[in-house]
């Protein structure tokens, strides 16, 4: 089943089971197996205990202490980038097993426009406009259960939340599979939380935000990821059902949307600021002038734009549908995903239409590569989709 994302109410709860202030750790401690991939099946030791005592036989990959690595990826046949070859991976948190391909037509009605030839001349050469498909059902690596916030690196690596297998799934740009690694909380025992949205910061830390357990209005958490190891995180003293979050880059701040509350805070967990919205928020994102841009999760259709200080500076209208994730892009540029018809839309900084960048069915999460890839998370159908070159055509 798929985590609830109800309309929430803010509730100002004491984390009874929850240790209020932030906890650090180092990073490379194994969490006992708790249905799935954990912490400890990616860790450097040639000898791991599992939670019975016994020595696991097979060795896990090793660490570097970086995203980067010898281990060859797995090779993709995509199109991607015309005739260019897809991006290899050298992470060495990479599973060796190569995951399922989908094969299922879920771009339904899913169209883009190109040239005759399917390709775009650009800047940085031929583009191929193909999008391309993967994920489908499952707990297997390359599977979701319910992916939902996406984040796109500096070094065009995809990561997703992977909200009910409880871990975040890391792919290129070509859609190849490269690692994963649990939503492990650091100084909390055994405990993998929901994932519910992912951002990345300048430094290529990943920030998860979720929550303890699937269902209900609980505490948000927010842990840092290096490496797929967790190094620190705090509590948010707020209940959500689907708690969001966004790296603000130019200021140096978390910002976590919970209920109708946005929440920012510095990266060792201190709170800086907090506000309160009108309406709920399904996603936050953050643009180069650290304005914070909500979409609403009631039943219009606006998207808002806030000060760091919390003073709305901008809102505006979609069209129909719900709006749901949303990034910024070239020139500042807001990209919103809508419900219906389904489609990924392109507005200026000032809320002005653009154009519809792609109809996809399902969209929900949305994020923007370096070179202009839109990628977009399908949460109903359990895959997600790559616009290669898209957005810098906007």
Not at 53 to 60: H, R
Not at 288 to 299: L, R
Not at 309 to 319: A, D, P, S
Not at 367 to 392: H, K
Request: with cysteine; net charge positive.
């Amino acid at each position: 089943m798929r985590l609830s994302r109800k309309k929430e109410e803010p509730i100002d709860d004491i984390l009874s089971s929850l240790q209020q202030r932030p906890v650090v750790t180092t990073a490379g401690r194994p969490v006992s197996r708790t249905g799935g991939t954990t912490t400890a099946d990616l860790l450097p030791t040639p000898a791991i205990q599992a939670a019975n005592g016994q020595a696991i036989t097979t060795a896990p990959p090793t660490f570097n202490g970086s995203l980067g690595g010898t281990a060859a990826p797995p090779t993709s046949t995509r199109p991607h980038g015309g005739t260019a070859a897809p991006p290899t991976s050298t992470s060495t948190c990479c599973s060796t097993a190569a995951p399922p391909t989908s094969t299922r037509p879920h771009m339904q009605g899913g169209t883009l426009s190109s040239t005759s030839n399917n390709t775009r001349e650009s800047s940085l050469g031929t583009v191929s406009s193909e999008p391309i498909v993967f994920g489908g059902d499952g707990a297997s690596p390359g599977n979701f259960s319910d992916p939902s916030g996406v984040a796109v690196s500096a070094d065009n690596k995809i990561y997703i939340a992977d909200v009910n297998n409880k871990r975040v799934q890391v792919f290129s740009m070509a859609g190849v599979f490269l690692c994963l690694f649990p939503a492990a909380v650091p100084g909390r025992g055994d405990m993998v939380m929901h994932p519910t949205d992912v951002d990345i910061d300048r430094q290529g830390s990943v920030w998860v935000v979720g929550k303890k357990d699937g269902f209900g209005a609980q505490p948000a958490l927010v842990v840092q990821y290096r490496a797929g190891l967790p190094v620190s995180m705090f509590a948010v003293r707020r209940a959500a059902w689907f708690p969001v979050i966004a790296v603000d880059a130019r200021r140096g701040r978390i910002v976590v949307g919970a209920a109708n509350e946005i929440l920012m805070f510095r990266p060792d967990g201190t709170p800086d600021r907090t506000f309160r919205t009108e309406k709920g928020m399904a996603y936050i994102t953050a643009n180069k002038e650290g304005n914070i841009v909500t979409t609403d999760s009631s039943s219009s259709s606006d998207v808002e734009v806030f000060s760091p200080t919390g003073r709305r500076v901008l809102i505006f209208r979609t069209g129909d549908g719900e709006p749901r994730g949303v990034c910024t892009g070239p020139a500042g540029r807001i990209i919103v995903a809508s419900s219906a018809p389904g489609r990924v839309d392109v507005f200026t900084a000032r809320g002005e239409f653009v154009r519809t960048a792609a109809n996809v069915t399902n969209p929900w999460g949305v994020a923007v590569g370096p070179a202009g890839d839109l990628v977009v998370t399908d949460s109903w159908d359990n895959i997600v989709t790559i616009f290669p070159g898209l957005i810098m055509f906007a």
